[in-house]
């Protein structure tokens, strides 16, 4: 009696299904990431491209020193001045209205995103200068 030798198996791994699902992964991830938007804040850098329009009212100006206090136009201030000084600045320049905001460089960075939340909340156009 003939006894026949079964036939050996080989160990063969198939890629095809492997990297059909690595390109769905990618098409995947690359249509998801393009949705997603950052949630930041929107500020006006100065720069050579563009630049806000000089608004009708006077410059506003806030200064913020390393202990964290507010000057408008060098007069002291606090924040809940700040907020009805860019009310009447909306009031008047609309949808020109712009402040500039001039941190100390030891200040703190709380009181500097303060002040540009609120910016931002009013709808009032935010210079950020370098810290002096």
């Not at 098409?27 to 329009?53: E, R, Y």
């Not at 009212?57 to 806030?62: D, G, I, L, S, Y």
């Not at 941190?103 to 156009?125: E, G, H």
Request: net charge positive; proline share 8%.
């Amino acid at each position: 009696m003939a006894v026949k030798k079964r036939s050996k198996v080989t160990a063969e791994f198939n890629m095809s299904s492997l990297t059909d699902i690595i390109f769905l992964l990618l098409i995947f991830f690359m249509l998801t990431s393009s949705i997603v938007t950052p949630n930041a804040l929107d500020l006006l850098l100065p720069g050579k491209k563009t630049s806000p329009p000089p608004p009708k009212a006077k410059n506003k100006v806030v200064n913020i020193d390393e202990s964290g206090t507010y000057s408008l136009n060098g007069v002291p201030i606090s924040l809940e001045g700040i907020e009805r000084q860019m009310e009447s600045l909306k009031r008047i320049d609309k949808e020109k209205a712009a402040i500039v905001v001039t941190p100390s460089a030891k200040a703190s960075n709380v009181p500097v995103i303060a002040v540009l939340d609120l910016a931002y909340r009013m709808q009032v156009r935010a210079v950020l200068t370098d810290p002096k």
